[in-house]
């Protein structure tokens, strides 16, 4: 049958132009003619009313026109559509659910440079490599002469001559491999982002939302490695920081770069999240109309929108952190909550002129906050605590209001615990930082929990987003249709899209 279909469509597409001309009358116009009202036959006088009452008799032979502003009859124009194919859109309206395997994937791996990285600062490898080599940087030194010329353009940095004077050259492989590894953790990152990007676009595996999304976090992966070069290089210089000072990175572009990698995580976490959520959904449609109506809830939309807020809170609480590693502020006021003899330091040292550098002193706060030390960290501690306090509200509200703890989800109430025990866990470890005088492990690990409690506020942000997308929106009106059909009519609702 199907090729005996295939011979006849040419013999079809050729007849149909023709005898669309030919034989067939419009049956919507026979359908209206015999419709047509009785009484307006009699209203009629003379010639009018026998001709409209005398039946109409049409020949085989007689020819319709095509329609007035119609070069061609509908039957025709089906002959010419007849085995052309549907038109493709390049982008699929959703995306696979490998691409969010993937993307969660390179949002671990971005989070285990991070907490790398944090370990390279803290032993202070990171100035080890005093060159910026892309690609051939990839491979570290392969014999003894290697080593001896790294070793020696190591010994011309500041930090070699002001604190490692004496250090040997088996030192030194030690923390150059410390930044090695970290810089060959950054091109793997690029790379197994970049590649596999190109071939689920290139494949139709992801929608054009996404695809720029995409887009987007590879150029953020290439910039932040301009970034950490553009960092180390202000710890080979003299003149980037004060002379005699402990050599160190500046401050503002370590911020940067600790910044541009958190955002590359949450970017990723999000997408990723986003992906598994609408396939989950997708597959049932009476899902998504129950988790629609429960976020769209009025009682949600405080809870909603106060994560928001929080996410952006632990953000910037975690970039005074890194204003507080790049002055090494930590070393200072090991006491908690007490800063010396008061519970902050005096307002001259808060405010010290040493800082300024215009003769006005215009630029006193601003330069305090952000090269001060003793600043820096009171500004980290009053950020953190009310980060904490935010945190601990939030529970106290989701918790003890009737109408908002009805209306969470189960996925929601889990999410806010989970936040709650991040949010301790960062605290003790940021206390034990401080009163241990900022140990390795403690210190380390303290980042990785700033970024472990911005993967919590995210997740929980992901939880309580309106599900949003063209199939998203289908399957709702889809399911909405079904459920109409199973109940009453005083009791139909229409769920609009977001």
């Known amino acids: 049958m199907p090729f005996v279909l295939r011979s006849a469509l040419p013999a079809l597409q050729r007849g149909a132009p023709r005898a669309s001309r030919g034989p067939f009358a419009c049956c919507q116009c026979l359908q209206e003619g015999a419709r047509r009202p009785q009484r307006l036959i009699a209203r009629l006088s003379g010639p009018a009313a026998g001709l409209l009452g005398r039946p109409v008799v049409r020949h085989h032979s007689t020819k319709l026109s095509t329609l007035p502003g ?3 009859s509908p039957l025709e124009a089906l002959g010419k559509t007849i085995g052309e194919p549907a038109p493709r859109k390049f982008f699929p309206e959703t995306n696979n659910r490998n691409v969010a395997y993937w993307l969660l994937g390179s949002a671990a791996s971005v989070f285990g440079i991070v907490v790398f990285g944090g370990l390279t600062r803290l032993s202070e490898s990171g100035l080890s490599i005093t060159e910026w080599r892309p690609v051939t940087g990839s491979l570290p030194p392969m014999s003894t002469a290697d080593w001896d010329s790294e070793f020696t353009k190591y010994k011309s940095s500041p930090e070699f001559k002001l604190l490692n004077p004496n250090m040997t050259l088996g030192e030194f492989k030690n923390i150059y491999y410390m930044e090695w590894t970290h810089r060959l953790w950054g091109r793997v990152v690029g790379l197994t982002f970049v590649l596999p990007a190109i071939y689920f676009v290139a494949r139709r595996k992801v929608t054009a939302p996404m695809a720029a999304r995409l887009a987007g976090i590879a150029s953020l992966i290439g910039f932040q490695g301009f970034l950490g070069w553009w960092m180390v290089k202000s710890g080979l210089k003299d003149d980037l920081f004060a002379i005699g000072s402990h050599p160190r990175v500046s401050q503002y572009r370590l911020t940067a770069h600790l910044g541009a990698a958190f955002l590359c995580y949450t970017a990723m976490l999000w997408n990723g999240l986003s992906i598994l959520r609408e396939q989950r959904l997708l597959k049932n449609p009476a899902a998504v109309l129950k988790e629609f109506d429960a976020l769209k809830n009025p009682h949600l939309k405080v809870l909603r929108h106060s994560v928001g807020g929080l996410a952006v809170l632990v953000f910037v609480t975690a970039m005074s952190g890194g204003l507080v590693a790049g002055l090494d502020a930590g070393l200072i006021y090991n006491e908690f909550p007490y800063m010396g003899v008061g519970l902050t330091p005096p ?82 470890l940021g206390l034990g930082t401080l009163l241990y005088l900022v140990p390795i492990p403690l210190a380390a690990a303290h980042q990785a929990g700033s970024l472990a409690l911005l993967t919590g506020v995210v997740v929980l942000g992901s939880r309580l987003r309106v599900p949003r997308g063209a199939a998203l929106i289908r399957a709702v009106h889809t399911a909405q249709r079904q459920s109409a059909k199973k109940t009453p009519v005083s009791k139909r609702y229409i769920v609009t899209a977001p």
């Open 70 to 72: 119609r070069d061609t």
């Open 347 to 428: 307002k001259s040292e808060l405010f010290s002129s040493l800082y300024s550098r215009r003769a006005d002193g215009s630029d006193i706060w601003w330069r305090n906050m952000l090269e001060n030390p003793s600043t820096a960290q009171l500004d980290h501690r009053i950020l953190a605590t009310t980060t904490f306090t935010a945190i601990m509200t939030l529970w106290a509200y989701t918790r003890f209001s009737p109408r908002v703890r009805a209306a969470m989800p189960g996925l929601v109430k889990r999410g806010v615990t989970g936040v709650v025990h991040l949010v301790w866990m960062q605290a003790l």
